[in-house]
């Protein structure tokens, strides 16, 4: 296959969110692993190997999971036992190391993005500040109802003020960075118009607390043309509902089982790439091969970073649809449901939990009421089976004949790894692999 990614340009913007809108006007796609090693030699090492890929990479640095939930003993410990850590303990190490592990890599032309998956994540973000780094990602809802039972109300008071001290770093001349992870919301099966709302939801609350920099997240799920119709909606909401704001979409490769096969697995990433292209989305998260089994090395992520960036070369969009799709009159529903309920989102997106109005099928926090339900259609779409207190009875119909039983559920967890599974081993001409290079 060709490679199409288009030349790096030489005079970069400085800021997360400025790179990738110069890589986007340039018709480039930027890609970027979810890479986290605790060593900071490795980490490094991971860092310049996804610099020098071929295709327009953005770093990642994600931190390991004892830092998320703010158990630093544990890190200590690990550190002191020479133990493995699943991630960087980006607030363990001293600033020096940090700085000596980004000296040389991280630069305007190659921003990194730090993840992390914390609900209570103030330690976090005063060392982001500390080491002057402007692009994180995350949520009040979307990192708290699905990793814990920390208090929805804690954790919206916290990203409250987490949002409000990164902002300040605009005082210094940087111009920081968020990305929503509203749009991902537990992997699967929450339908694509409340990801959607989910996404636009928090970006909203990024702004309302000092961000003019945000991205806005949407997980491929089970079916092209409805995760088409999805981003479409998420990109019309951001136009209308975020005039002032600097913001881009990012695409997220499947969250969900991932197939066991090579060929469908890159397979399935290609079409994620293809759905970004499609929808004039901005950025791609790749997943690898290896997803379904253990932690990918880095030539793994190498080589999903390159074979997303041909795809994407090979892909073009396609135009928006010009009338109100389903997923767009239910997102819109959606959010409209929440921005009435207070003029204070923090306060609002409380009071839509409490009473239904958001309300995430198959999350088990004690703040989420659980009276949705989701499912597959024939087709592979995903569908509202029960809609609780949700604001959609106009738009959505449920009932008899739409139940959900525990083989069905379990069935649709794992549809698109095992449809993707028997195509590979079936199919006379699988998706083209290529080669990775040494661990």
Known sequence: MTVLV??????????????????????????????????????????AATKAARGHTAGTLTLDSYTRVGDLAAVEHARRE??????????????ATTRAMLAGVRDAGFPVQVRHGSALP???FRKLIALGLDATEGGPVSYCLPYGRTPLAESI???????????????????????????CMMGQLCPPSQLVALSVLEALFFRAYGCRSISVSYAQQTHAGQDTEAVFALRRLCAELLPDVDWHVVVYAYMGAYPVTEAGAYRLLGEAAELAVRTGSERLIVKTVAESRRIPTVAENVAALEYAARAAAAARPVPAPDTDTQTYAEARALIEGVLNLHSDLARALLLAFE??????????HPDNRGRTRSRLDAEGRLCWAQTGALPLTRLVRTGRGREVTAAGLLADLSYLRSKYDREALYDHAPAEVPSADPA
Request: with cysteine; glycine share 12%.
């Open 6 to 47: 288009p030349g790096r340009p030489t005079q970069a913007e400085p800021g997360f969110g400025a790179f990738v809108r110069a890589r986007a006007r340039a018709g480039a796609l930027v890609v970027q692993p979810r890479m986290g090693f605790g060593d900071p030699e490795r980490m490094r090492a991971g860092l």
């Open 157 to 183: 008071a916290a990203w409250r003020q987490c949002t409000e001290m990164f902002s300040r770093l605009r005082d210094q001349g940087a111009e920081p960075h968020l990305e929503t992870f509203g749009g």
């Open 122 to 124: 103030q330690h976090i």
């Open 82 to 95: 020479d133990l493995p850590l699943n991630g960087y303990p980006i607030v363990s190490h001293p600033d």
């Open 355 to 364: 009473r239904g109005c958001l309300d995430i099928p198959y999350c088990v």
